[in-house]
């Protein structure tokens, strides 16, 4: 099996991608070792002691490094953490019952309540987001949540790579921004949330 890996615009990042699928559906995002427990490969990525951000895309994952760590010296413990995950076909989750793993319900993760007249508006950005935004964003080893639309304004939340780089609110604000105000009139504006 072989594993490639690709830099991506956050310098503390690095994507990698086992040439096989990561997840079926979604993403699923590790902040912390104990987020990461619900995931054995998570895990062990933690387990290094030195990663501070673990990212599951649908073929690939994305390691953050903590600040001050090389990845000359990380990257080989990565893929030999990962070439052990996927050779002996372990499961991506712990298992047994989804009764600890706390998933917030929609209405949970957003950030303003919306209002039932901007349906059609948030339809919009929606699509957008899914056809348009997502995939862009996955090829720099990251995702995007829609966290709600108020009064002109859109909150998005950046998750893996794109959570801490650099560019994210370049990102947001010139390249996301003016997509959605070229194609929803009402977006006055885009914000992390």
């Keep these: ?14 994507k990698f991608l086992p040439q096989r699928e990561v997840m079926a559906s979604g993403t699923r995002e590790f902040a912390t070792p104990e ?16 990663v501070t951000n673990v990212f599951f895309g649908g073929d690939f994952i ?16 990565v893929l030999a953490i990962l070439l052990d995950h ?4 372990a499961p991506l989750f712990a298992a047994g019952s989804a009764g600890g793993i706390a998933v917030p319900p929609e209405a949970d993760t957003m950030l ?8 059609d508006i948030v339809a ?6 899914e056809t348009r935004v997502r995939p862009a964003v996955a090829g720099d080893g990251g995702d995007i949540q829609y966290r709600g639309f108020r009064d002109g304004v859109v909150y998005l939340q950046m998750q893996g790579a794109c959570s ?19 194609y929803v009139p009402e977006v006055v504006e885009v914000r992390a949330a």
């Design 1 to 14: 099996m072989y594993i490639e890996t690709e830099t991506t615009p956050n310098p503390a990042s690095l």
């Design 35 to 50: 987020a990461a427990e619900a995931s054995p490969l998570a895990q062990a990525i933690f387990d290094t002691g030195e």
């Design 62 to 77: 994305t390691v953050t490094a903590a600040p001050g760590v090389s990845w000359t010296e990380l990257k080989p413990q």
């Design 86 to 89: 996927f050779v002996s076909e």
């Design 112 to 119: 303003v309540e919306e209002r039932e007249e901007d349906g």
């Design 124 to 129: 919009q950005i929606n699509e957008l987001l």
């Design 164 to 182: 801490g780089c650099p560019s994210s609110t370049a990102t947001l604000k010139h390249g996301i921004e003016g997509l959605l105000k070229h």
